[in-house]
């Protein structure tokens, strides 16, 4: 927490003959401040501890610890505010006035007005010998070539000076806007050893920013804009090396909204700049110039009372001690007060990969604030390939606990590599333990992830403490003693299961490389150390060996390996291999960026390490090993540099994969350059490749994201961005001051390669590239961003291109089979100006819609279609479309033919000249369907997308409007998508497609209800039952009922069961002759709620407006026809039953014993083993069939659903209408069952008991003594033999109905029924006679 310590207040006598602050700046140890006046003094305060101010009233927190201390504390004042104060010293007047002032070690260094440096002691005393005058320096371009000259008296003086300790000399900036930079040519500071060299093109410079660690000066100007130069250690001269600067992407006038330049704060790491500007805005820039935060596109305007719009002007920027703060004010005005409690901070995060780099932050984004980690996790299996075979090899290293946390299901792996690309805005926060950053050891300083991407190490200022995933669990020191007792310089690294320390050892006053296992408490008993020759500064794995550089720029290598002792914990051993000295490379110890083995060499592809890779200073350096000396020690050949402006390194260890391309390359993050990827080129498996073909080459390329990981076999870099929001700061004043949210970006990046490539004429390469990655679900993708971009940049720049890549790009394409679909769909995203480039490279789109159309791309080819509406006539594209629409419904693409069937019903006439408007991308076609006219069947209870754009009412007008010109008019058009309908509805009947069927009038919106009543007689006939339906079984993936495996063998009945039987089915039979015609409206209600989503389903698969269609099912379509609607409640049905078939039927299968409740039972049992879904569409069609009398498919269903309602139901139908029958239909009733039942026999025994009651229910009925199609009584009684026994109960089958009052007999007397004992009624139908009625038999 922020916390004031002390003030100090200027007296009155002191202001006026002083002046008041300007400026002011710390010495090296923190002792003191000296403070420049605006009347030329230089003021000195010492700070020192008060001896009589009681440290209890300054008391901030006290620590509570239920941490074990086996020894003495460390420091008993933690949570306690040290009380200092700010004591006078001296004021030091200062000839000419002062113009800036620096400290420099034990020296204040102060520029005069007069053109004149000054060196003062602390104690106020002037080191006179020296004093530096400005005209007497040399001033050249450099100092080997450039002739010197000398600034004139009146010319000018400095206004800003800064010194830079690892370059060794002074940038300053003149009166008149022109920067240099002074060098000292000897190991002390006098006037005689200055020369000064011109920044190049630097007239109006502001103020002036030296990195050290990076080595290079930045000059802030009056534009807007910063230009960092670089000191050319050969010529001497200063190489401008970037510039800080908006993008093209990003137009922003800097210069007229934001002013020149005020002031730049670099980080205290070095990492990043702060930058203000004069009129407004704060912004946040890399090393090598890629802007991660601005605060210019949030309105710095205000609005308050009384008062116009006021900007937030920032006076003066600085950094804390740790880097994780930015504390600002702001000028003083009428609406803010600057006043010393009006100081302002905005917080910070680190990327752990620029802290503390190494190998294991190679696939995962981790950042570390002061007192927590911010990690974006990458499941197991949606991560890279690399992490993958990690996690694969390193999974025996996990404990036993945290193995059994981290089992579950593996989820699809495209689906996972989707994600990746998506992205997630949602962070894991992991809190460090208050207990370890309690005090003085706030904040964290390292963190470091393994390569699993499952436990984390941070480090604060004294101690470690680990962290894992799995058990979601801290580990701290049990001993405070043994934490407080080192400090991490080093930073931190895992190999395996083993975090790698580089400390300082306290007690005993060592460097020291510490090992402490994971899997066993944080404690020194279990610890691994080496000494070191010195403070350690960076430290790396890779593989087996970890390298650890010092401050003595040396290099230390060991070979380490995991053993077991007696104690079964695991211990790791060290061998040290070699020191390497880096003293000819680096030119000051802290300029080593980064370093790491690698098996990256220029000349050589071997599988071990061959080379070092050392980012010294933004320049990266490839040292490779010797060969052809043979020594015990590896021995390096001459530096090769590969690269400059390098902040970050990836790369990766050889492992098995086929993405060998992008795995072995080396990847560099380049600041405002983007991206640099070190490309391997392996020679094609045709041939050798020639010797004067390179091995690698450098691709560079631009990037959207700032990258934080690379993950190499998904072609994906992870990022970071700050996401901008407002709030309003707090105190007198309503000024917003801007707040950041931090989000994980992604960005793929092999288009770039790709293009990359094929612009240099490596067209093989590239195909080998890509060819490695088209495993990716986002492949297609990755070439339609690589023609796009191409294509805008060429299509509109001002001048013809003398080498265009577009046509190239489309070769290369070519050679994917997603070609079409690529080109089409880059096509609608495009502007329509830019089509008559695009195609004049790629050729007609007629050819490509027919190349798709033959291939089977239906969906490319749709697309297509929408490009030759916007380029040829209209007739050309109706053409297209019919054919489309052809091949559409043949190959069952329901929601393409709703579509192309919408785009013909909307298509304008025929005419010569194409519309030119650019159309909508959103939707695979824009034109609309046609609004469902009234007695239309329901929709097909099944999933459709609504893609409706203009109403129906719109088309027609189009159509009207367009008919009075030319073309065809609104009836030829339905007319011609009707009969194409009608005819494919035919061929899905007539090849028994029931459920393509249903889908067609789902989504087409068929009128399947009228089609079916007009269309009956003729398409509605099944010639192979079982067939027909094992072919309905497998369209809807219905559950075949019973046992399969059952045979006849394996039950016996007995002559008395099947007296029973057949006594239970004329009573029954009897029973259906009272059955009224209510039982059809009643059975008609039954299954009008039944055409809505079964409550048990998932009804969110169905769209909204097939659920409102179903629901107005009872009201609109399936409404019975007048004449099945039923009589009065007196009338009744007398149904007569051959019950000299049902004897035979009996005696063909001895174990079909069934009762009425069985067939319930049967019934159940199939809904309930069936899909949900599927029993709703067979519901559905079997109400369908029902009314529209289609009783042959009605019969099929209803015994796939075992609905004996359903078999009472067409009985009756049949009864009330016998027009509806034909001879033909009876025959192939009669064979259909009889081939059921042998099918039942054979394949299906549980549809057998169910068949054989069919007909015993039915086959009575068909066997009618009608003058048309009737068989002959002798055919029918040698096709159905008797048994002993069972008696016939009727050798006419129309006995019952001519003689209504007759009794039915029975061989046992006991069971007689007489007539007095039935009541039956007449039917008003039955009055005439068959031959009038036209009726030629009664189906059940």
């Known amino acids: 927490p922020r916390a004031l310590i002390t003030t100090y207040s200027w007296p009155e006598r002191a202001l006026k003959q002083m002046g008041h602050f300007v400026d002011l700046r710390w010495k090296s140890d923190a002792t003191s401040l000296a403070i420049r006046t605006n009347k030329g003094f230089i003021v000195i305060l010492n700070i020192c501890k008060s001896a009589s101010s009681n440290q209890k009233d300054h008391e901030l927190y006290h620590i509570k610890s239920k941490r074990i201390v086996r020894s003495e504390i460390v420091n008993e004042d933690l949570g306690v505010i040290p009380s200092w104060i700010l004591n006078f010293k001296c004021g030091i007047p200062v000839r000419d006035g002062t113009t800036d002032i620096i400290c420099r070690q034990e020296e204040i260094i102060v520029s005069t007005k007069g053109g004149n440096i000054y060196h003062y002691k602390w104690d106020g005393l002037l080191y006179a010998q020296l004093t530096v005058q400005i005209n007497s320096i040399p001033f050249s371009a450099d100092k080997l070539n450039s002739k010197a000259s000398f600034l004139s008296l009146d010319d000018s003086h400095i206004i800003a000076i800064e010194y830079s300790r690892s370059l060794r000399g002074y940038a300053i900036i003149l009166e008149d806007g022109r920067g240099a930079f002074m060098l000292c040519t000897a190991p002390t500071v006098s006037p005689n050893s200055l020369y000064a060299v011109w920044a190049k093109n630097t007239t109006s410079a502001t103020c002036i920013a030296i990195n050290n660690k990076y080595r290079f000066i930045i000059f802030g100007l009056s534009n807007g804009q ?113 006043s010393p409690d009006c100081i302002y901070q905005m917080q910070f995060v680190k990327s752990a990969s620029s802290v503390n780099p190494n190998a ?157 296992p994971r899997s066993l408490n944080l404690d020194n008993a279990f610890m691994t150390s080496e000494k070191l020759s010195g403070s350690a500064i960076l430290l790396n794995v890779y593989r087996d060996f970890i390298m650890v550089y010092c401050s003595n720029c040396k290099l230390r290598l060991y070979k380490v390996e995991k053993k077991e002792k007696k104690q079964n ?196 390469h590239a195909y080998e590239v890509a060819r490695c990655c088209m495993s990716l679900p986002y492949f297609s993708h990755i070439l339609e961003l690589m023609l796009h971009e191409v294509l805008e940049e060429e299509a509109t720049a001002s001048e013809p291109m003398p080498d265009a890549l577009l046509p190239r790009i489309v070769a290369f394409i070519q050679e994917f089979p997603s070609y079409y679909h690529i080109v089409v769909h880059c096509a609608r995203k495009t ?55 052809d091949t559409a419904l043949a190959k069952h693409k329901w929601e393409l033919s709703q579509d192309v069937v919408r785009f013909l019903r909307a298509a304008g006439p025929c005419s010569d000249s194409p519309p030119r408007t650019s159309i909508s991308s959103s939707g695979p076609l824009t034109p609309p369907v046609t609004p469902t006219r009234s007695g239309e069947p329901t929709s097909w209870p099944s999933s459709k997308k609504n893609s409706l754009v203009i109403t129906g009412s719109t088309i027609r007008d189009r159509l009207s409007q367009s008919t009075a010109e030319k073309g065809y008019t609104i009836e030829e058009t339905e ?25 067609f009038s789902a989504y087409l919106d068929f009128p399947l209800y009228d089609w079916l009543i007009k269309e009956r007689v003729h398409i509605t006939a099944i010639e192979d039952y079982p067939s027909c339906l094992l072919k309905i079984h497998k369209q809807f993936d219905w559950p075949f009922p019973g046992n399969n495996s059952e045979t006849l063998s394996e039950s016996v009945r007995t002559e008395e069961t099947k007296r029973t039987l057949q006594s239970d089915l004329t009573d029954n039979a009897l029973n259906l002759r009272h059955l009224s015609l209510e039982d059809s409206s009643v059975n008609h209600q039954r299954i009008t709620p039944d055409l809505s989503p079964d409550s ?8 909204a407006n097939i659920l409102a269609r179903l629901e107005n099912y009872s009201s609109s379509h399936l409404l019975a026809p007048a004449y099945l609607r039923a009589p009065s409640s007196n009338d009744s049905l007398v149904t007569s039953v051959d019950t000299s078939c049902a004897a035979s039927v009996l005696e063909d299968a001895d174990d079909t014993t069934m009762s009425f409740a069985d067939v319930d039972d049967m019934y159940e049992e199939v809904i ?91 086959l009575g009925n068909i066997n009618s003594d009608f003058s048309v199609g009737s068989p002959p009584a002798d055919v029918m009684q040698s096709t159905l033999p008797r048994e002993e026994g069972i008696e016939q109960i009727s050798s006419d089958p129309l006995s019952a109905v001519d003689n209504p009052n007759e009794s039915i007999t029975r061989s046992d007397s006991k069971n007689i029924v007489h007539k007095d004992e039935i009541s039956i009624t007449n039917h008003p139908l039955e009055t005439s006679s068959p031959t009038e009625k036209g009726s030629e038999c009664i189906l059940s």
């Open 831 to 885: 502007e329509f100006d830019l089509w008559d480039y695009l195609f004049a490279a790629v050729g007609n789109p007629k050819n490509m819609f027919e190349e798709c159309l033959a291939s089977g791309d239906l969906e490319t080819a749709t697309s297509c279609l929408i490009i030759l509406q916007n380029l040829e006539p209209s007739d050309v594209s109706r053409l297209h479309a019919t054919l489309l629409l």
């Open 1096 to 1103: 048990n389903a998932d009804n969110s698969q169905y769209p």
């Open 975 to 999: 007319f011609y998508v009707d009969s194409v309908l009608k005819n494919h509805a035919t061929n899905l009947l007539k090849s028994w497609q029931l459920r393509e069927l249903g889908l």
């Open 569 to 764: 914990h695991p211990v790791a051993v060290l061998h040290r291999l070699q020191d390497i000295s880096l003293e000819s490379y680096v030119p000051q110890p802290n300029a080593l960026i980064s370093v790491t083995l690698t098996c990256i060499n220029a000349e050589s592809d071997e599988k071990e390490p061959e080379s070092l890779l050392l980012n010294i200073a933004g320049r990266l350096i490839l040292l490779p090993r010797d060969r052809s000396k043979k020594a015990t020690q590896a021995v390096f050949s001459c530096p090769i540099a590969l690269s400059s402006t390098v902040e970050m390194v990836w790369s990766t260890p050889r492992t098995r994969t086929t993405h060998k391309y992008l795995t072995d390359a080396l990847w560099l993050g380049c600041g405002a350059d983007g991206m640099k990827v070190w490309l391997p080129l392996y020679p094609s498996s045709e041939g050798k490749q020639p010797n004067f073909v390179a091995k690698r080459i450098m691709l560079p390329f631009k990037l959207d994201v700032y990258p934080q990981a690379v993950l190499f076999e998904e072609a994906v870099i992870l990022g970071a961005s700050n996401e901008a929001m407002d709030l309003k700061s707090p105190g007198k004043s309503d000024v917003t001051f801007p707040f950041y949210s931090i989000d994980r970006t992604t960005q793929i990046y092999l288009h770039h390669i790709l293009r990359q490539l094929l612009r240099r004429n490596l067209d093989v």
């Open 360 to 516: 294991g932050n190679i696939c995962h984004v981790l950042l570390q604030a002061e007192d927590r980690l911010y990690l974006h996790i990458l499941d197991s299996n949606s991560a890279s390939g690399y992490l993958r075979s990690v996690n694969a090899i390193n999974s025996h290293n996990s404990s036993l606990d945290e193995n059994s946390t981290n089992r579950g299901s593996q989820p699809n792996q495209s689906q996972a590599d989707i994600n990746i690309l998506l992205g997630s805005k949602q962070w894991c926060v992991i809190q460090v333990p208050s207990g370890y950053m309690a005090g003085e050891n706030w904040p964290i300083r390292y963190s470091a992830i393994d390569k699993t991407g499952r436990f984390l190490a941070v480090a604060a200022v004294m101690g470690i403490a680990h962290y894992s995933l799995s058990t979601q669990k801290w580990k701290l020191f049990g001993n405070i003693a043994q934490e407080q007792n080192f400090s991490v310089t080093g930073g931190l690294a895992w190999w395996k299961d083993m975090l790698l320390v580089a400390c300082y050892n306290v007690q005993q006053a060592q460097e020291e490389l510490r090992i402490y």
């Open 226 to 338: 910063a230009a960092a130069y670089s000191l050319d250690e050969v010529t001497g001269a200063l190489n401008l090396s970037h510039k800080l600067k908006f993008v093209n992407k990003d137009p922003l006038d800097i210069a007229n909204v934001a002013g020149a330049v005020r002031c730049m704060r670099w980080s205290p790491d070095g990492c990043v700049l702060a930058m203000s500007w004069e009129k407004c805005g704060l912004s946040i820039w890399t090393v090598f110039g890629s802007l991660i935060l601005c605060t210019l596109r949030i309105d710095y305007k205000p609005i308050i009372d009384g008062i116009g719009n006021q900007t937030l002007q920032l006076r003066d920027l600085e950094w804390d001690v740790e880097g994780y703060h930015l504390w600002f004010i702001v000028d003083k005005s009428e609406t803010f007060d600057s």
């Open 1168 to 1258: 309930m083993n069936c899909h949900p879904q599927r029993a709703m569409e067979l519901k559905y069609m079997l109400d369908l069939m029902l009314s529209t009398d289609c009783l042959e498919w009605a019969l099929l269903l209803a015994i796939l659903l075992f609905d004996s309602q359903s078999i009472g139901k067409i009985i009756q139908r049949a009864h009330l209408q016998p027009s509806i029958l034909t001879a033909n239909t009876i025959e192939r009733i009669k064979c259909g069952l009889r081939d059921l039942e042998t099918w039942a026999n054979q394949e299906c025994y549980g549809y057998k008991k169910f068949v054989v009651y069919c007909q015993l229910m039915a």
